[in-house]
C-alpha cells in the first residue's frame, strides 16, 4: 500500500530515488522519505494435553471459510510474545503458555502486493474453552490425523502444521 500524502506535512508524495538508490515516495514540499517495511504476524500452534492443537475458522477475508492457526498482526506497543498471547485469546477464548520458537516465514500478500513476516511459537493451553472471537466463526480442538490440510487458508500454516505433524508423528512412534 503506497501512501498518497506525506505523513509529516501532508502534501502529495512523488516517487523518487532515495540516498540509498531505491525508488520510494517521497515529499517534494519537506523531504520525508517514506520506508515501508512488511508488517509481522504472530501466532501460535496451541497444543492440549491430549496432543490436540486448535485452529479457527475465518470470518474475514483472506481466507473467509478456510482455517488457520490463532495469529494476527502485532501492535505497535507490543513484543512478539504479548502479540501471540493475545491472539490467541482473542481468536479462540484460550489462556496459553508459550514455548519455542517454531518458525519464522515470510510470505506475500497478492491483493496488497506487500511481503509479511509470519512468526510461530509453539504454546500449551492452560486455561479456557474454544470460542468464535471477534474475527473467527469457530475455534475447534484437532488431532494430528484431523487436521484439515485442504482446507487451510495460507501456505505458511500448511507448511508450518505439516512439519508438525511429521515432528509429532515420530516421537509417537519412538
Ligand atoms: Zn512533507
Not at 28 to 33: F, K, T, V
Request: glycine fraction near 10%; include cysteine; aromatic fraction near 8%.
Amino acid at each position: 500500500m503506497e501512501p498518497k500524502f506525506c505523513p509529516q506535512c501532508g502534501h502529495a508524495v512523488q516517487a523518487r530515488e532515495a540516498p540509498d538508490g531505491r525508488i520510494r515516495p517521497t515529499c517534494p514540499e519537506c523531504g520525508y522519505i517514506v520506508y515501508l517495511n512488511p508488517p509481522i504476524a504472530v501466532g501460535v500452534i496451541a497444543e492440549r494435553a491430549d496432543g490436540k492443537i486448535v485452529l479457527v475458522l475465518r470470518g474475514e477475508n483472506p481466507g473467509r471459510g478456510l482455517w488457520g492457526l490463532p495469529a494476527g498482526f502485532m501492535e505497535i506497543d507490543e513484543t512478539v510474545q504479548q502479540a501471540a498471547l493475545r491472539e490467541c485469546l482473542e481468536e479462540t477464548g484460550l489462556v496459553v503458555e508459550l514455548g519455542d520458537l517454531w518458525g519464522v516465514w515470510s510470505y506475500y500478500h497478492e491483493a496488497k502486493r506487500t511481503a509479511g513476516v509470519l512468526v510461530l511459537y509453539t504454546a500449551r493451553v492452560v486455561k479456557g474453552e474454544p470460542r468464535a472471537g471477534s474475527d473467527s466463526l469457530e475455534a475447534r480442538f484437532f488431532a494430528l490425523d484431523e487436521i484439515p490440510f485442504a482446507e487451510l487458508a495460507f501456505n505458511t500454516h500448511r507448511e508450518a502444521l505439516t512439519r508438525w505433524k511429521v515432528t509429532r508423528a515420530g516421537e509417537a512412534g519412538r
